[in-house]
């Protein structure tokens, strides 16, 4: 069965950093890209970029390039988002889901962040 | 790049029919695939249709997907409607490694 198993949700203040995890397993982790993609409150899906983890090929959106890291550890099938100085509107749900061609076709279960002073 | 707009919400009775649409801004709505996903409220989202009008198994048949070239737009159309269905549901294309979703649809069964 296809997971993919993120970490829970953080609490942290503007200026800090921060790294959310996406674990796959039940398939191939080399042989797929895998996606992130945001979620504000109580607003729409925004695709932020994917990287395959067999070779750590990365693509980031325009809207968040500069703005966050993808990175990607195939020994434990791990995928990861980070950022090095957080702001009160990086507080959102943060999905990973795996690419199968065109589509998203398995997600995480979301990584709630939470931002403020 | 490209920008996916849907209806901000559509509602309709139970076991009626509605159809959501998403235009595609630039480009061909039919060169690259358009994938829908629904979203129940506090969860995941999940695909209903994927590559313009397939079903993923364990999707029912009352919904499906089509393009139409004329008004460069998708649509997702959901049959004999359920109480189950009411939720977000969002149109996702892509070019050029960049990955669009459209602003999200609420669907309402009242």
């Known amino acids: 069965e296809v997971q993919l198993v993120q970490s829970g949700a953080e609490v942290k203040k503007p200026g800090e950093s921060l790294k959310i995890s996406c674990k796959g397993s039940?398939?191939?982790?080399?042989?797929?890209?895998i996606g992130w993609v945001r979620q504000m409150p109580g607003k729409g899906l925004e695709w932020m970029g994917i990287i395959y983890p067999g070779d750590s090929d990365t693509r980031y959106s325009p809207s968040f390039q500069g703005q966050v890291t993808i990175s990607a550890d195939k020994s434990i099938s791990t995928a990861y988002l980070q950022w090095s100085s957080l702001k009160a509107s990086d507080t959102a749900m943060y999905y990973c889901?795996?690419?199968?061609?065109?589509?998203?076709?398995?997600w995480g279960q979301g990584t709630l962040v939470t931002v403020s002073s | 790049n490209f920008m996916l707009t849907q209806p901000h919400s559509v509602s309709e009775s139970p076991g009626k029919t509605v159809t959501i649409s998403c235009t595609r801004s630039s480009g061909s709505i039919a060169s690259n695939y358009v994938q829908w996903y629904q979203q129940r409220p506090g969860s995941s989202p999940t695909t209903v249709i994927y590559?313009?009008?397939?079903?993923p198994s364990g999707v029912p048949d009352r919904f499906s997907g089509s393009i139409d070239s004329s008004s460069n737009s998708a649509s997702l159309t959901i049959s004999g409607l359920k109480t189950e269905d009411e939720a977000d549901y969002y149109c996702?294309?892509?070019?050029?490694?960049?990955?669009?979703f459209g602003g999200g649809t609420k669907l309402t069964v009242l």
């Open positions: 590559e313009d009008n397939q079903r």
């Open positions: 996702q294309s892509y070019d050029s490694s960049n990955w669009v």
């Open positions: 039940g398939y191939s982790f080399t042989s797929y890209w």
């Open positions: 889901a795996r690419l199968n061609s065109a589509y998203f076709d398995y």
